[in-house]
C-alpha cells in the first residue's frame, strides 16, 4: 500500500456521501487530515432503508479521498415498524442498536485487522464509537475513545442498561480525549480515568455564492446566524423571541437566520408567522454542508444559545471567518475566549442577556469590525493541522504536551 501506518476509527457520525446532515463533519474533517499521516479504515454503522436501498444503495466498502469506509449495514424489523407507527423512544432505539451493531462491528474490525495489521483504534463517541475499547482488546491494540457530548445529553439519549454498557466501556479504553473541560465535568465521579483535552480543528473551505433571494433579503442588514438542530437544548426559541421584542422597540435593520431542521420547527414557524417576523427571522431548513462557509460569510455575528454545549463547531467556524459570537456559559468553547473579546458569553436560558446582547451589536455596529479581528485571530489556535499534530502526538506517546 504505502509506508503509512494502517488505523481503524470506530464511529457512527461519519456521514454518507450527499448527505445534508452537518453532523459529525468536524470528525470526517478531521480523518481527512490524519490521512496524510496515516491510512485510515472507518467502520460505520448503516441502516438500511429499504427506499434508498432500492433506489441507490451505498456499496459495502468505498474509497473517497484515500480513505477506506466500510459501511456495516443492519435491519431492524422492530425499529422500522416503531417508526411507521410514530412510536419509537429514542432511548429504545438506541438500546436496539447497541444490542444489534456491537458483534458486528467487532467481527468487521477482527477481519479487517488480519489483512491491514492495524496499530491503533480510534472510536468517535459512545454508542458506536466506544466499542473501540473492545476491539483494542481483542486485536491486542491501543484503544482511543473521543467522547463529544456531555454526559447530561447522553442519559437523555440512552436508557440505564445502555449507560452501563457505555460506561464500562469507556473505563476500560486505553486512552480518553474530549474537546472541553466541560465534558470532563459531565462525567465526574462516572469514569474514573485521566482525559487529555483536544479541542476540534476546523479548515476554511471555498465559499459558493448565496441563493439571490437570500442576498437580497440580508441587503444592507446586520445578519446573526443560528445552526443546529431545532430542539430545545439549542434554544432557538430565545432567538425567536429577542426578535419579537426588538421589533416592538422599533428595530428592523437586522435579521436572524436560522439554519437546521428539528422538532421545534413547526413551532417557530407558527410563531414567526403570528408575530409578522417573515422578514426578519428565516427558517432556510437543512444546508448541505459544502454550502454553509457561504452562510458563515454572509453573516456578521453567529449565535449559539445553547442551554449545553460540549464544544461548538459552529462557533468555531464562524470565528475562521471572523465573526464575533454569541455563546452561553455552558458551551465548551467559551473556555477558549475572553468575554467581550471574541464575542459574548452569556447565563444559559437568559432571554433578557441575549436580547441585550444582539440589541448592543446592532447599536454599535464598530463593535463588531473590533471583535472580528479577535475572533479571527483566536480561530488560528484551532487550526486542524495543528490540532492533528496534537492527536497524533498522543498516538505516539500515550499522552499530549
Known sequence: MNNKKNILIVTGLYTTPGSASY???????????????????????YFISLKKELKKPIK??????????????????????LSITKS?????????????????????????????????????????????????????????????SLYDYHIKMYDDTTIKKILYNVDQTTHL??????VIKSY?????????????????????????????????KIVFLFAGFLINLKKPILLINSAISLKKNGYRNFVILV????PQEKELKKIIKKENLTKIVLLLGDIFPKEMPS?????????????SESFSMVCLEGMAFGKPIICTTNTGISEYITNSIEGFIISPNSQKELTEKIQ????QPKLINKMSESALKKSREFDLESITKKLIELYKNGRTK
Do not use: M
Open 188 to 220: 465526574k465521579n462516572k469514569i474514573n480515568k485521566l482525559f487529555n483535552i483536544i479541542p476540534n480543528g476546523y479548515t476554511k473551505k471555498n465559499i459558493n455564492s448565496l441563493p439571490i433571494e437570500i442576498s437580497r433579503i440580508i441587503k444592507n
Open 60 to 81: 459495502n466498502y468505498q474509497k473517497i479521498n484515500g480513505i477506506h469506509i466500510h459501511y456495516i449495514k443492519y435491519f431492524s424489523i422492530i425499529l422500522l415498524i
Open 259 to 262: 439554519i437546521g431542521s428539528g
Open 23 to 45: 453532523s459529525g463533519i468536524f470528525i470526517k474533517d478531521q480523518i481527512k487530515a490524519l490521512s496524510n499521516y496515516y491510512n485510515i479504515f472507518v467502520v460505520v454503522p
Open 177 to 182: 480525549i474530549t474537546v472541553s473541560n466541560l
Open 88 to 148: 419509537l423512544n429514542i432511548k429504545y432505539k438506541n438500546r436496539i442498536i447497541k444490542n444489534k451493531i456491537s458483534k458486528n462491528i467487532l467481527k468487521e474490525s477482527k477481519k479487517l485487522h488480519k489483512k491491514f495489521n492495524f496499530k491503533l483504534v480510534h472510536g468517535h463517541e459512545v454508542l458506536i464509537g466506544d466499542e473501540a475499547s473492545k476491539i483494542g482488546k481483542e486485536l491486542q491494540i491501543p484503544s482511543f475513545l473521543t467522547i463529544h
Open 295 to 307: 452562510y458563515f460569510n454572509c453573516a456578521d455575528i453567529v449565535v449559539q444559545p445553547s442551554i
Open 360 to 363: 448592543l451589536f446592532i447599536d
